[in-house]
């Protein structure tokens, strides 16, 4: 089994920021890329930031320059530092984890959420 444990969502004014963590861990022989995805209400499922293995990264074009997506290898800790957050940015937050078992088979894993609310 694979855990991945989200935090650091919550409530914050325009302008402010929010810092998010995933943790994972369980039977996990090496992990490929790690990432955040989000979804507002309504909406499609969409990608914030990836980071792959090589460190590596990926942006959305709506929070280049506003966020940024960083890795411990040995903590399997993924973050996202998001700054001059807009309303605009309020969605739940899914971590996501691409990983070989130990029968090199590569799984996709999410997360269950986190919510990120951007309000006055």
């Known amino acids: 089994q694979v855990q991945l444990v989200e935090s650091g969502g919550g409530l914050v004014q325009p302008g402010g920021s929010l810092r998010l963590s995933c943790a994972a861990s369980?039977?996990?022989?090496?992990?490929?890329?790690m990432g955040w995805y989000r979804q507002a209400p309504g909406k499609q499922r969409e990608l914030v930031a990836t980071?792959?293995?090589?460190?590596?990264?990926n942006y959305a074009d709506s929070v280049k320059g506003r966020c940024t997506i960083s890795r411990d290898n040995a903590k399997n800790t993924v973050y996202l530092q998001m700054n001059s957050l807009k309303p605009e940015d309020t969605a739940v937050y899914y971590c996501l984890l691409t990983y070989s078992d130990s029968h090199r088979r590569r799984i996709n894993y999410w997360g269950q959420g986190t919510q990120v609310t951007v309000s006055s």
């Open positions: 369980g039977s996990i022989f090496s992990i490929h890329v």
């Open positions: 980071i792959a293995s090589g460190l590596s990264t």
